[in-house]
């Protein structure tokens, strides 16, 4: 999902934020972590804090990333040396929701969606983070668009990373139940703030032929703007 970042760059310059990307960014190191390769994950939690630790602000656009930062770095980042560069890593990470409605005060990015969609509520994102209202916010105050919320938006949608495929049965009866909710809706788009999800339920719904498309919040903000 490049377009997920890309736009993400798009949206803060429109509302007027100064951007850098370091090109040496690597990844979280989630899927290690959960996968049980602790070793891994801490090596690019390191590499993570020594990339970032001048950021002013560390945006992300999804709540997995940065719930593994904020929530998970401090279990496995234990050295005491690097616990006054990591709290202050942690304190200044968001999720790119939060940032725009609960740091910057941003809820309209001047975006035009005349379309149905409906919201999923993705698991690390409201559970680990606590972030309900920030994505619909921005997504009310998108022109044109009508936001219908599914019954039981913060069931999981079964995907949890390795999850998928260790218990695919599960994991498949889980995006089932998720579809049949989304398509109460009569949405025409299904939005979520992580891709990992938006794989899960898109993939199921085209392989049922069902006409929802799956789209991140960022790319319904920054190509509509």
Same mark, same amino acid.
């Given at each position: 999902?490049?377009?997920? %970042?890309?736009?993400?760059?798009?949206?803060?310059?429109?509302?007027g934020?100064?951007?850098?990307?370091?090109?040496?960014?690597?990844?979280?190191?989630?899927?290690?972590?959960? =996968?049980?390769?602790?070793?891994?994950?801490?090596?690019?939690?390191?590499?993570?804090l020594?990339?970032? *630790?001048?950021?002013?602000?560390?945006? =992300?656009?999804?709540?997995?990333?940065? =719930?593994?930062?904020?929530?998970?770095?401090?279990?496995? &980042?234990?050295?005491?040396?690097? *616990?006054?560069? &990591? +709290?202050?890593? /942690?304190?200044?990470?968001?999720?790119?929701? !939060?940032?725009?409605?609960?740091?910057?005060?941003?809820?309209?990015?001047?975006?035009?969606?005349?379309?149905?969609?409906?919201?999923?509520?993705?698991?690390?994102?409201?559970?680990?983070?606590?972030?309900?209202?920030?994505?619909?916010? #921005?997504?009310?105050?998108?022109?044109? /668009?009508?936001?219908?919320?599914?019954? !039981?938006?913060?069931?999981?949608? %079964?995907? %949890?990373?390795?999850?998928?495929v260790?218990?695919?049965?599960? =994991?498949?009866?889980?995006?089932?139940?998720?579809?049949? $909710?989304? $398509? *109460?809706? +009569?949405?025409?788009?299904?939005v979520?703030?992580?891709?990992?999800?938006?794989?899960?339920?898109?993939?199921?719904?085209?392989?049922?032929? #069902?006409?929802?498309?799956? &789209?991140?919040?960022?790319? &319904?903000?920054?190509? +509509?703007?």
């Amino acid at each position: 999902f490049p377009s997920v %970042g890309m736009n993400l760059y798009r949206i803060l310059k429109k509302v007027g934020v100064s951007v850098d990307y370091p090109m040496e960014q690597t990844c979280c190191g989630q899927p290690a972590f959960n =996968s049980g390769y602790h070793k891994e994950a801490i090596e690019l939690g390191r590499r993570f804090l020594e990339v970032f *630790k001048d950021s002013e602000y560390i945006v =992300s656009p999804s709540g997995s990333c940065t =719930s593994m930062v904020k929530i998970f770095y401090p279990e496995i &980042l234990e050295e005491p040396e690097l *616990k006054e560069t &990591l +709290n202050d890593l /942690i304190s200044k990470t968001y999720e790119f929701s !939060d940032f725009l409605v609960n740091i910057i005060g941003v809820k309209d990015v001047g975006a035009r969606f005349p379309h149905r969609v409906t919201y999923h509520d993705a698991c690390h994102l409201l559970r680990e983070l606590k972030i309900h209202l920030a994505p619909r916010e #921005l997504i009310r105050n998108i022109h044109g /668009i009508e936001l219908v919320e599914m019954e !039981d938006s913060e069931t999981c949608c %079964g995907f %949890g990373g390795t999850f998928s495929v260790k218990f695919q049965e599960i =994991s498949t009866a889980m995006a089932e139940d998720k579809a049949t $909710t989304i $398509t *109460k809706t +009569n949405a025409e788009y299904v939005v979520a703030n992580d891709s990992s999800c938006l794989m899960q339920i898109g993939g199921y719904l085209s392989r049922q032929h #069902l006409p929802i498309k799956p &789209l991140h919040l960022a790319d &319904l903000l920054g190509d +509509n703007l």
